[in-house]
């Protein structure tokens, strides 16, 4: 071993590649209904990394779902520019996944069905992901329920299932908008474990997640941008440093009791929590 | 489920409607015995059952006769209104124009045009399926038209996401997501035309269970006149009854479908 590597030709250490930019957004802007309309986005500028697992938190009505909707392609900012790897955003990135706060599964396609959503718009082979789509129902506890129709499930797995589908393709990019906003709290945790789970085992998959949770925010995240009301802007930018894979205890380190103060005492700041 | 289970909901399902029609039979019966009313006004059940017994392949040629023509005022209603729906939500400029149309024209009694489709299309069978037709057409339209426009907005921003297109996005998700409100104006639709074809039948004709029912008028055979609605009033529930079916097939998971949640 020791004289191969010494027969090998000396090369100075190579640096680590620098992460690369996957979603680039410059001053963002986007106004309802005209020139005096509703100011949602203020000139929000924000880059997100590759592999980076980056959480909008804000109130709500601070815009932070226009923003993960001009990402999606699905609206238009009526300022500034979104690039995704490099890309303008005319029209929905391919490769991208996206979950909403409703799982919106169709009502009349068994959860297996409803995974294969896109794949059949594609119009490619369902073989070819037959055996994808058993592994996340599986990852995602799902395992037994390919025939079931949505109706026959609790709202937990709906979202389970409708996160599966945004899964299926693999794709590099996942948008989040609230995922867990409509679900109880105990599920709720679950599904911040069984997302962080599914995320370390993808491969440098990004996540755009948009939340009004505090606590989720800090537990899942990267990093962190605060918005503030209306119009939206970026208020704050925090780092969360603390070891993955994180488990539930986490939340009972003073370092997490760091970050949510922190975002609270800003949020007290904008008038959002009158702590008295 | 095991078969005696069956056997009850089964019993449950169908004998408590019987046992009530029975037992307006029954009182039917005993009320007209009981205060003598006169056969002109109120025959007794057992004399339209005899009438009924009398005659009965007349009155199954001419029950079948009204059926069929109303089947085909039916279906061409849902051709035409599902079609015109369809444009209707598509494209914008008819929804202001044709549609508003369609709303307008659905407030006058197409009862009262009747007779304009007997000079327009003669005594035959036309002018019969036309207001078949045109009564069950307005139901299904602005039904489909609802249930088209109601498709839930993330369902069509989910579609949007994964670059579906258009046709694809009305195939695989308006047009199924539309169907449990369409089945709600075919529903209204069907007796509805049932309606259009006795009325067709009223205006001008020598066939069909409304022929039966003006002639037997114009001997006072009250007796006929119940006997020929009570296979009327078969045939609708038969009709009905095909709808219902049609729909727990094509849309068994809808929320209307579940009997016990």
């Keep these: 071993m020791s004289a191969a590597l010494a027969a090998a030709p000396r090369s100075p250490p190579l640096p680590a590649p620098p992460p690369s930019v996957h979603i680039e957004a410059s001053g963002v802007c986007k106004r309802y209904g005209g020139a005096s309309g509703l100011l949602a986005l203020d000139n929000v500028s924000l880059s997100v990394r590759d592999g980076e697992f980056l959480s909008i938190l804000g109130p709500s009505g601070c815009g932070k779902s226009t923003f993960l909707r001009c990402v999606a392609g699905l609206e238009s900012p009526t300022g500034g520019s979104i690039r995704v790897h490099g890309e303008q955003v005319h029209r929905p990135p391919r490769n991208m996944g996206i979950v909403f706060q409703r799982d919106v599964l169709l009502d009349w396609r068994s959860i297996l069905d409803n995974l294969f959503l896109q794949v059949d718009f594609r119009r490619e082979s369902r073989k070819r992901y037959l055996q994808r789509a058993h592994e996340l129902l599986a990852l995602f506890g799902l395992q037994g329920f390919e025939n079931a129709y949505p109706a026959q499930l609790s709202g937990g797995m709906r979202q389970r299932a409708a996160i599966c589908r945004a899964l299926l393709a693999d794709p590099d990019l996942l948008l989040m908008d609230e995922p867990f906003g409509a679900l109880d709290a105990l599920t709720r945790d679950q599904m911040n474990l069984e997302l962080q789970k599914s995320w370390a085992a993808s491969s440098r998959q990004t996540i755009l997640f948009v939340t009004h949770s505090i606590g989720e925010a800090v537990f899942l995240s990267d990093r962190i941008v605060v918005m503030s009301p209306r119009p939206g802007r970026i208020a704050m930018t925090l780092q969360i440093d603390l070891p993955r894979p994180r488990r539930m205890a986490v939340r009972e380190m003073p370092e997490f009791a760091q970050y949510c103060a922190q975002i609270r005492e800003l949020f007290g700041a904008m008038g959002l929590l009158k702590d008295e | ?261």
């Excluded at chain 2, 339209?141 to 996401?161: E, F, H, Q, R």
């Excluded at chain 2, 003006?214 to 006997?227: E, V």
Aim: glycine letters at 8%; a neutral charge.
């Design chain 2, 1 to 261: 489920m095991n078969s005696t289970d069956r056997l009850f909901s089964a019993l449950r399902q169908w004998a408590a409607p019987a046992a009530s029609i029975a037992v307006m039979f029954l009182l039917w019966q005993a009320a007209v015995a009981g205060f003598h009313v006169r056969a002109l006004i109120l025959p007794e059940p057992t004399e339209i059952f005899g009438a009924l017994l009398d005659q009965p392949g007349y009155f199954l040629r001419e029950g079948f006769y009204t059926l069929q023509t109303t089947m085909i005022g039916f279906a061409l209603a849902v051709a035409v209104g599902v079609l015109l729906a369809i444009l209707i939500v598509e494209v914008r400029l008819l929804e202001s124009t044709l549609y508003a149309l369609i709303v307008a024209l659905n407030s006058v009694p197409k009862v009262a045009i009747a007779p304009l489709f007997v000079i327009w299309l003669g005594t035959g069978t036309g002018p019969k399926i036309a207001i078949a037709f045109l009564i069950a057409f307005f139901p299904i339209v602005i039904d489909t038209v609802l249930g088209l426009k109601s498709v839930p907005k993330d369902m069509l921003d989910l579609a949007k996401s994964m670059q579906a297109a258009r046709l694809d996005q009305f195939w695989r998700i308006r047009l199924p997501a539309a169907l449990p409100s369409m089945f709600a104006g075919m529903k209204v639709g069907i007796s509805l035309a049932l309606v259009g074809t006795i009325v067709g039948e009223f205006v001008a004709s020598d066939r069909g269970l409304g022929y039966v029912i003006l002639t037997a008028q114009g001997t006072f055979d009250t007796a006929q006149i119940f006997a020929a609605n009570i296979v009327l009033g078969a045939a609708g529930i038969v009709l009905f009854w095909i709808m219902s079916a049609l729909e727990r097939r094509l849309v068994p998971w809808h929320a209307s479908q579940h009997r016990e949640a």
